[in-house]
């Protein structure tokens, strides 16, 4: 398994960004498939957004689709969300998570797919 640590979460008003970064550790990233999920409070854990090894497909949630891009740097062993146009609603945990894949034009988009998890950063939006 690969070891996650996220960064950048915090408090930001509606409309504002942030961007979130997730660095991995222990394994060949390039391996793995990633994803961004979040968790606010009372609901259940979701998919936000997730990406191929290589970084070239990507999906994207509904509710976050022209506001938020999730994107890799393999040479730094990170991947990155920027968020954009934040709303109050997209106030919760998030995660990012891991997958090793034999296959390079995938992306996973449910929890029990992964491998690895980071600890969670949270993400507060006021209105």
């Known amino acids: 398994q690969v070891q996650l640590v996220e960064s950048g979460g915090g408090l930001v008003q509606a409309g504002g960004s942030l961007r979130l970064s997730c660095a991995a550790s222990?394994?060949?990233?390039?391996?793995?498939?990633m994803g961004w999920f979040r968790q606010a409070p009372g609901k259940d854990r979701a998919i936000v957004v997730a990406?191929?090894?290589?970084?070239?497909?990507?999906y994207y949630a509904d509710s976050v689709k022209g506001r938020f891009t999730i994107s890799r740097d393999n040479a730094k062993n990170t991947v990155y969300l920027q968020m954009n146009s934040l709303k109050p609603e997209d106030t919760a945990v998030y995660y990012c998570a891991a997958r090793e894949s034999t296959y390079s034009g995938r992306y996973y988009l449910t929890d029990y797919e992964y491998d690895s998890w980071g600890q969670g950063t949270q993400v507060t939006v006021s209105s």
């Open positions: 222990g394994r060949t990233f390039s391996m793995y498939a």
């Open positions: 990406v191929t090894r290589s970084g070239s497909m990507t």
